[in-house]
């Protein structure tokens, strides 16, 4: 008698209806994430805008530290066009939250940045650093420092690379600025592009740096997108990285720092080598060096990467040349004071760079002389050993960027500007690793800086 048992049946194939209703199922969740993640980036955008504008208004009206330069008085012209409204003051907590929410939206959208509408997301770089450019300078003096270098020499007749411009009698820019007795320690070429701000007198000086600032740092986003894009990398999360960067808009924009003119012609570099004129792209980083020093990091790394080694360094060595002839023709022989100068600077200590904590935690008592060689010969070591990766195969662009993270954690003079140096080519680098170091640095700085948490 045959089983009354049914045989299992073989599990029948997939139909293109089953499939259909599969990814029916799947697309309202996979739409609902994208929708989430999309209004929580530009809610994050928002955001960043509106902290902005209550940072930038409150702090015209009256003199306060986030405005260092208001000790020497607060006249119309350096509140700025922000000084036409009436807002609450911004006092030393409420910069800490405000800093401190703009830290969270920005990491917020670094995380949807995928699913933000690029004309929204660009958008929101470019008012930003309008919003920045148009406020006063913020928690910083050395935009009036930059005025005083250039009418010390071109005004005074004096050598800046000797003098500092609070110590000429008589010079306006004293009382807005507070290394009074401290030379420049920055590049001829910097230097002398600022003997053409000395007609400009001291208002028409300081919102002639903000604009450039501002300016120089979008070409900077500009370079990194285009950059990135030759790269075949994500270009919106790149410029993105850079662009809104709350040290960057605060300190940088906000603040007129001279290290974007730095950076600007750096990153003309990377992309001229990267689209394949490394000649041109050496030339523009010695240029970038000839403003400060600290990019001429990156040469090497090009050189040992390219494989026309003899004719990048002629390139180098021309361009070295040019810009010589034209510091020449504006600064004079001036100009050779400048390496006294830079030592000089070099003796300065931060409380906050990572050398003085360390010989702190060590009961050394912060950046001693032996601390400071340890953190040199660190250096040099990270140096060689990043060269002879880039001899192995490595991409400059990576190392030029941990070489540039190694200088940071080295440096006994930390400023919340120089993360700067390291964002884009952490950006460009292609690997998470670089990325997540940045934020870290950028977070690290942010909380050994705010008031708040230093209370």
Aim: proline share 7%; net charge neutral; charged share 10%.
């Amino acid at each position: 008698m045959a089983s009354l048992r049914r045989r299992p049946l073989a599990p029948r194939p997939a139909s293109p209806m089953d499939n259909a209703h599969a990814l029916e199922h799947r697309l309202p969740l996979a739409g609902t994430r994208w929708r989430l993640r999309r209004g929580a980036g530009s809610a994050a955008l928002a955001a960043m805008t509106v902290v902005a504008l209550t940072l930038a208004i409150g702090t015209t009206g009256r003199p306060s530290f986030l405005v260092p330069s208001s000790a020497g008085g607060y006249p119309d012209w350096l509140q700025g066009p922000f000084g036409l409204l009436e807002a609450a003051p911004v006092f030393a907590d409420g910069y800490s939250v405000l800093l401190l929410a703009m830290v969270g939206a920005y990491l917020v959208v670094l995380a949807c940045a995928r699913e933000l509408p690029v004309r929204w997301a660009i958008g929101a770089v470019v008012v930003l650093h309008l919003i920045f450019m148009l406020a006063p300078p913020l928690l910083t003096t050395d935009v009036f420092g930059y005025l005083g270098f250039g009418r010390v020499g071109a005004v005074h007749g004096l050598n800046p690379y000797e003098i500092g411009p609070g110590l000429v009698p008589g010079d306006p820019t004293a009382p807005f600025e507070i290394w009074h007795d401290l030379p420049s320690p920055y590049g001829p070429l910097f230097v002398a592009l600022t003997y053409a701000t000395a007609p400009l007198g001291l208002a028409a000086g300081l919102w002639t740096f903000k604009v450039a600032a501002a300016a120089a740092s979008l070409g900077c986003v500009a370079l990194v997108w285009a950059t990135a894009k030759r790269l075949g990398r994500d270009p919106l999360s790149a410029a993105l990285f850079v662009g809104l960067n709350p040290l960057v808009l605060v300190h940088v924009v906000g603040g007129a720092h001279n290290d974007v003119f730095m950076v600007l012609p750096l990153l003309a570099g990377v992309y001229l080598a990267v689209a394949g004129r490394e000649r041109l792209g050496a030339a523009a980083i010695v240029c970038a060096a000839a403003v400060k020093t600290t990019a001429a990091i990156a040469l090497p790394f090009l050189v040992i990467a390219s494989d026309e080694r003899r004719r990048l360094l002629a390139a180098i060595v021309g361009a070295a040349v040019a810009v010589g002839i034209v510091v020449l023709a504006v600064i004079g022989t001036d100009v050779t004071d400048f390496p006294a100068a830079l030592g000089e600077q070099d003796d300065l200590v931060s409380e906050h760079s990572v050398p003085y904590y360390l010989g702190s935690a060590l009961g050394l008592g912060g950046a001693t002389e032996g601390v400071k060689l340890a953190a040199s010969l660190a250096l040099a070591v990270a140096l060689v050993l990043l060269a002879v990766r880039v001899w192995r195969g490595m991409d400059w662009i990576a190392a030029a960027g941990w070489a540039t993270l190694a200088l940071l954690l080295t440096t006994v003079w930390l400023m919340p500007w120089y993360v700067l140096w390291l964002l884009p080519l952490a950006a460009l680098a292609g690997g998470a690793w670089l990325r997540g170091a940045a934020l870290a640095l950028t977070l690290a700085i942010v909380f050994t800086r705010v008031p708040l948490l230093l209370g």
